[in-house]
Protein backbone atom coordinates (compact mmCIF):
# COMPACT_ATOMS: atom_id res chain seq x y z
CA UNK A 1 0.00 0.00 0.00
CA UNK A 2 0.77 3.45 -0.53
CA UNK A 3 1.61 6.10 1.81
CA UNK A 4 -0.96 9.01 2.02
CA UNK A 5 -0.34 11.11 -1.12
CA UNK A 6 0.39 14.70 -0.48
CA UNK A 7 0.07 17.72 -2.69
CA UNK A 8 0.96 21.13 -2.35
CA UNK A 9 -0.67 23.72 -4.71
CA UNK A 10 1.70 27.15 -4.56
CA UNK A 11 -0.59 30.12 -5.56
CA UNK A 12 2.09 32.06 -5.71
CA UNK A 13 3.97 30.17 -8.20
CA UNK A 14 1.30 28.69 -9.81
CA UNK A 15 2.13 25.52 -9.39
CA UNK A 16 0.64 21.50 -8.44
CA UNK A 17 3.01 19.13 -6.95
CA UNK A 18 1.96 16.01 -6.24
CA UNK A 19 4.10 14.54 -4.24
CA UNK A 20 6.08 11.16 -5.95
CA UNK A 21 4.77 12.22 -9.34
CA UNK A 22 6.02 15.80 -10.36
CA UNK A 23 5.05 19.10 -10.44
CA UNK A 24 2.22 21.25 -13.01
CA UNK A 25 1.56 24.46 -13.90
CA UNK A 26 -1.71 25.80 -12.97
CA UNK A 27 -3.27 27.51 -15.69
CA UNK A 28 -5.82 29.42 -13.51
CA UNK A 29 -6.72 29.76 -9.80
CA UNK A 30 -9.10 31.66 -7.91
CA UNK A 31 -10.43 31.85 -4.07
CA UNK A 32 -14.11 31.52 -3.63
CA UNK A 33 -16.28 31.73 -0.58
CA UNK A 34 -15.90 28.25 -0.11
CA UNK A 35 -12.17 26.99 -0.93
CA UNK A 36 -9.81 27.45 -3.78
CA UNK A 37 -10.99 26.75 -7.57
CA UNK A 38 -8.26 25.61 -10.27
CA UNK A 39 -7.34 24.55 -13.86
CA UNK A 40 -4.53 22.72 -15.26
CA UNK A 41 -3.24 20.85 -17.92
CA UNK A 42 -3.04 16.70 -17.59
CA UNK A 43 0.09 16.72 -20.06
CA UNK A 44 1.06 13.14 -20.75
CA UNK A 45 -2.16 11.46 -19.66
CA UNK A 46 -3.61 9.23 -22.42
CA UNK A 47 -7.28 9.73 -22.02
CA UNK A 48 -7.81 13.40 -19.88
CA UNK A 49 -6.60 16.30 -21.42
CA UNK A 50 -7.61 18.46 -18.24
CA UNK A 51 -8.53 18.90 -14.70
CA UNK A 52 -10.74 21.65 -12.89
CA UNK A 53 -11.53 21.09 -9.28
CA UNK A 54 -12.90 23.13 -6.16
CA UNK A 55 -10.94 22.47 -3.22
CA UNK A 56 -13.87 22.39 -0.08
CA UNK A 57 -11.88 22.37 2.80
CA UNK A 58 -14.65 22.65 5.02
CA UNK A 59 -16.57 19.55 3.90
CA UNK A 60 -12.91 18.00 3.27
CA UNK A 61 -13.44 17.16 -0.35
CA UNK A 62 -12.07 17.98 -3.38
CA UNK A 63 -14.64 17.83 -5.98
CA UNK A 64 -12.40 17.48 -10.17
CA UNK A 65 -14.10 17.45 -13.22
CA UNK A 66 -11.61 15.80 -16.18
CA UNK A 67 -11.98 17.10 -19.59
CA UNK A 68 -11.18 14.04 -21.80
CA UNK A 69 -8.77 14.33 -24.59
CA UNK A 70 -10.77 14.00 -27.96
CA UNK A 71 -11.56 10.66 -29.48
CA UNK A 72 -11.65 9.94 -25.62
CA UNK A 73 -14.79 9.35 -23.60
CA UNK A 74 -15.50 10.80 -20.41
CA UNK A 75 -15.07 8.16 -17.57
CA UNK A 76 -16.83 10.70 -14.95
CA UNK A 77 -19.31 13.58 -14.39
CA UNK A 78 -17.23 14.41 -11.21
CA UNK A 79 -14.22 12.96 -9.33
CA UNK A 80 -14.33 13.91 -5.80
CA UNK A 81 -11.29 13.16 -3.22
CA UNK A 82 -12.26 12.70 0.53
CA UNK A 83 -9.21 15.01 1.57
CA UNK A 84 -7.72 16.62 4.63
CA UNK A 85 -5.88 20.49 3.42
CA UNK A 86 -4.05 23.08 5.26
CA UNK A 87 -4.62 25.88 3.84
CA UNK A 88 -2.20 28.97 3.69
CA UNK A 89 -2.32 32.62 2.25
CA UNK A 90 0.18 31.10 -0.51
CA UNK A 91 0.44 27.47 -0.14
CA UNK A 92 -2.43 24.91 -0.04
CA UNK A 93 -1.43 21.03 1.27
CA UNK A 94 -3.98 18.33 0.39
CA UNK A 95 -3.37 15.14 2.54
CA UNK A 96 -6.18 12.02 0.10
CA UNK A 97 -7.21 10.08 2.44
CA UNK A 98 -7.87 7.41 0.34
CA UNK A 99 -11.84 7.10 -0.02
CA UNK A 100 -13.47 8.71 -3.34
CA UNK A 101 -16.54 9.16 -4.65
CA UNK A 102 -17.10 8.95 -8.64
CA UNK A 103 -19.88 10.53 -10.39
CA UNK A 104 -20.46 8.36 -13.52
CA UNK A 105 -21.05 10.05 -16.75
CA UNK A 106 -24.65 8.40 -16.47
CA UNK A 107 -25.47 10.08 -12.76
CA UNK A 108 -24.43 7.51 -10.99
CA UNK A 109 -22.58 7.88 -7.84
CA UNK A 110 -20.19 5.26 -6.48
CA UNK A 111 -17.88 4.99 -3.79
CA UNK A 112 -14.55 3.44 -4.45
CA UNK A 113 -10.95 2.88 -3.17
CA UNK A 114 -12.22 1.27 -0.25
CA UNK A 115 -9.75 -0.90 0.17
CA UNK A 116 -6.95 1.28 -0.25
CA UNK A 117 -8.29 3.27 3.01
CA UNK A 118 -8.52 -0.28 4.74
CA UNK A 119 -4.81 -1.10 3.86
CA UNK A 120 -3.84 2.08 5.06
CA UNK A 121 -5.77 2.15 8.15
CA UNK A 122 -3.85 -1.34 8.88
CA UNK A 123 -0.59 -0.06 8.11
CA UNK A 124 -1.06 3.54 9.66
CA UNK A 125 -1.10 5.69 6.94
CA UNK A 126 -3.52 7.47 8.39
CA UNK A 127 -4.15 8.79 12.41
CA UNK A 128 -7.22 8.13 14.07
CA UNK A 129 -7.98 11.52 13.56
CA UNK A 130 -7.75 11.20 9.38
CA UNK A 131 -9.92 7.81 9.56
CA UNK A 132 -12.53 9.72 11.10
CA UNK A 133 -12.59 12.39 9.34
CA UNK A 134 -12.50 9.74 5.86
CA UNK A 135 -15.29 8.28 6.92
CA UNK A 136 -17.34 11.01 8.30
CA UNK A 137 -16.81 12.77 4.88
CA UNK A 138 -17.53 10.11 2.94
CA UNK A 139 -20.65 8.95 4.77
CA UNK A 140 -21.92 13.03 3.88
CA UNK A 141 -21.52 12.77 0.22
CA UNK A 142 -22.72 9.57 -0.60
CA UNK A 143 -26.02 10.45 2.25
CA UNK A 144 -26.16 14.20 0.52
CA UNK A 145 -25.73 12.95 -3.15
CA UNK A 146 -29.09 9.77 -1.91
CA UNK A 147 -30.81 12.55 -0.34
CA UNK A 148 -30.54 14.86 -3.27
CA UNK A 149 -31.37 12.42 -6.59
CA UNK A 150 -27.66 12.13 -6.98
CA UNK A 151 -27.50 15.50 -8.16
CA UNK A 152 -24.15 17.14 -6.88
CA UNK A 153 -25.42 20.55 -7.50
CA UNK A 154 -28.56 20.21 -5.20
CA UNK A 155 -26.42 18.62 -2.46
CA UNK A 156 -23.78 21.31 -2.52
CA UNK A 157 -26.85 23.89 -2.92
CA UNK A 158 -28.40 22.62 0.38
CA UNK A 159 -25.65 23.74 2.21
CA UNK A 160 -24.80 26.93 0.68
CA UNK A 161 -22.34 26.41 -2.10
CA UNK A 162 -22.56 26.78 -6.04
CA UNK A 163 -19.77 25.94 -7.86
CA UNK A 164 -19.15 27.59 -10.95
CA UNK A 165 -16.99 26.14 -13.79
CA UNK A 166 -14.81 27.90 -16.25
CA UNK A 167 -14.96 25.03 -18.69
CA UNK A 168 -18.65 24.18 -20.12
CA UNK A 169 -19.81 20.94 -18.67
CA UNK A 170 -21.92 18.69 -20.65
CA UNK A 171 -25.81 18.36 -19.98
CA UNK A 172 -27.52 21.32 -18.51
CA UNK A 173 -27.88 19.37 -14.97
CA UNK A 174 -24.15 19.49 -14.62
CA UNK A 175 -24.15 23.40 -14.51
CA UNK A 176 -24.34 25.72 -12.01
CA UNK A 177 -27.38 27.29 -10.95
CA UNK A 178 -25.37 30.78 -10.04
Not at 15 to 33: C, D
Not at 87 to 93: A, D, L
Request: net charge negative; glycine share 8%; with cysteine.
Amino acid sequence: MHSVKVSRLDLKAMTHEIGGIGQYPIGRSELTANGLHLARAMPGHPTIAAQEAHLLPALDLVVTHFTPRPGCAAHSQFYIDVAAMEVGPQVWTVRDLYLDVVIEPGGTPRLIDADEYVEAVLEGHLSQGEQRRALLSAERVVNGLFTHGNSLQDWLASLGIHLDWWTPLPGPALHSSS
